[in-house]
T-cell receptor
Framework: QQQVKQSPQSLIVQKGGISIINCAYE??????FPWYQQFPGKGPALLIA?????SEKKEGRFTISFNKSAKQFSLHIMDSQPGDSATYFC????????????FGKGTHLIIQP | NAGVTQTPKFQVLKTGQSMTLQCAQD?????MSWYRQDPGMGLRLIHY???????DQGEVPNGYNVSRSTTEDFPLRLLSAAPSQTSVYFC?????????FGPGTRLTVL
């Protein structure tokens, strides 16, 4: 049973456009929802995270939108740049994350110049 | 700070061989974990530790052993490697909710 479903698998966006990646979760006990960015040959790095008590969080060009009733959250990358080309993972954890993160399967994002 | 370090970067094993993947962190984090990453599968938790002397199983623990004798080190042991264990392995440490991942070990089992 996949607890965090991520879409799309791959995404191509023109430079300057908005990249949108969506995730849906099943476990209502999840209380922390991070997004990770991974470049080829590197480990994932935390990009931005949100808790379910807020509906939106923005850090620079990156925004998480959170819909608790629908059990969905999404990452928006504004003014997408070629340097944003990477694989993005959504994830979720509960109770302080003692039993780890549950990851989505990832989205391969390509920003075309 | 070096953060989370992993050795080796690459390894090729034959079926049935054993090996240990090393992981160390210099951030004094109590929580450490191991994940494997397979194409189209995301990252899946193998084992984790909430402190020295304490370990527990994650989602995919079969075929792997861990121990945690110090805060800094969290090695992952493959007792008898199988082709299904071909993967990229990431070690991570955690502070509050943020996980810090190492650069990974790419393991191929022939």
């Amino acid at each position: 049973q996949q607890q965090v479903k991520q879409s799309p698998q791959s995404l191509i966006v023109q430079k300057g456009g908005i990249s949108i990646i969506n995730c849906a979760y099943e476990n209502t006990a999840f209380d922390y929802f991070p997004w990770y960015q991974q470049f080829p040959g590197k480990g994932p790095a935390l990009l931005i995270a949100i808790r379910p008590d807020v509906s939106e969080k923005k850090e620079g060009r990156f925004t998480i939108s959170f819909n608790k009733s629908a059990k969905q959250f999404s990452l928006h990358i504004m003014d997408s740049q070629p340097g944003d080309s990477a694989t993005y993972f959504c994830a979720a954890s509960k109770g302080g994350g003692a039993d780890g993160l549950t990851f989505g399967k990832g989205t391969h994002l390509i920003i075309q110049p | 700070n070096a953060g989370v370090t992993q050795t080796p970067k690459f390894q090729v094993l034959k079926t049935g061989q054993s090996m240990t993947l090393q992981c160390a962190q210099d951030m004094n984090h109590e929580y450490m974990s191991w994940y494997r990453q397979d194409p189209g599968m995301g990252l899946r938790l193998i084992h984790y530790s909430v402190g020295a002397g304490i370990t527990d199983q994650g989602e995919v623990p079969n075929g792997y052993n861990v121990s945690r004798s110090t805060t800094e080190d969290f090695p992952l042991r493959l007792l008898s490697a199988a082709p299904s264990q071909t993967s990229v392995y990431f070690c991570a440490s955690k502070w509050m909710n943020e996980q810090f991942f190492g650069p990974g070990t790419r393991l191929t089992v022939l």
